[in-house]
T-cell receptor, first 116, second 113 residues
Framework: GESVGLHLPTLSVQEGDNSIINCAYSNSASDYFIWYKQESGKGPQFIIDIRSNMDKRQGQRVTVLLNKTVKHLSLQIAATQPGDSAVYFCAVSKGGYGGSQGNLIFGKGTKLSVKP | DSGVTQTPKHLITATGQRVTLRCSPRSGDLSVYWYQQSLDQGLQFLIQYYNGEERAKGNILERFSAQQFPDLHSELNLSSLELGDSALYFC????????????FGPGTRLTVL
């Protein structure tokens, strides 16, 4: 089955610096990838997604990079702000229907702390 | 605010008891997903319903069951509760049935004493 892992459980950055959070997945058939942000006491919040036919996708201050060769996913946050402090999860879907195929497998999360 | 609502916000109960968690999806979403989040296991997918029918099953215990009603709200029933069932339970919804771009509710914190 699919497994999703994070390279670092915690990351501390200075306000204004760029942050990079990494994620690795195991199943080469995975075709959909999402990053979620979870603040303390709240549910996960969708940040950005990417499909396997793309290598890069940009949002507002965030960029997701997908390297299918090494099965690696990263989230880049530009000019990190104190409000970005949260736990970030990557999630992976293999697509398809039924069973557990179409559903998201979550990594354990990276806690991002932003120092003012 | 994701548009997904969950009640109650907190629930404290005793071992052996049964509880029901409720979820209302975003307007227009047909799929509802249930997840369990504990400190040691992270976010674990439990079950998905699409337009009233069970669509996919994950790591859901036999003591747990769920259903989705005609108005698309969903309930997760947890019975014969054990201490280890203490966790955050999240509901998420999406438009389609594939699991893409799920929007999460605020969660229900269950404490089993």
């Amino acid at each position: 089955g699919e497994s999703v892992g994070l390279h670092l459980p915690t990351l501390s950055v200075q306000e204004g610096d760029n942050s990079i959070i990494n994620c690795a997945y195991s199943n080469s058939a995975s075709d959909y990838f999402i990053w979620y942000k979870q603040e303390s006491g709240k549910g996960p919040q969708f940040i950005i997604d990417i499909r396997s036919n793309m290598d890069k996708r940009q949002g507002q201050r965030v960029t997701v990079l997908l390297n299918k060769t090494v099965k690696h996913l990263s989230l880049q946050i530009a000019a990190t702000q104190p409000g970005d402090s949260a736990v970030y999860f990557c999630a992976v879907s293999k697509g398809g229907y039924g069973g557990s195929q179409g559903n998201l497998i979550f990594g354990k999360g990276t806690k991002l702390s932003v120092k003012p | 605010d994701s548009g997904v609502t969950q009640t109650p916000k907190h629930l404290i109960t005793a071992t052996g008891q049964r509880v029901t968690l409720r979820c209302s999806p975003r307007s227009g979403d047909l799929s509802v997903y249930w997840y369990q989040q504990s400190l040691d296991q992270g976010l674990q997918f439990l079950i998905q319903y699409y337009n009233g029918e069970e669509r996919a099953k994950g790591n859901i215990l036999e003591r747990f069951s769920a259903q989705q009603f005609p108005d698309l709200h969903s309930e997760l029933n947890l019975s014969s509760l054990e201490l280890g069932d203490s966790a955050l339970y999240f509901c998420a919804s999406s438009v389609g049935q594939r699991g893409d771009e799920q929007f999460f509710g605020p969660g229900t914190r269950l404490t089993v004493l």
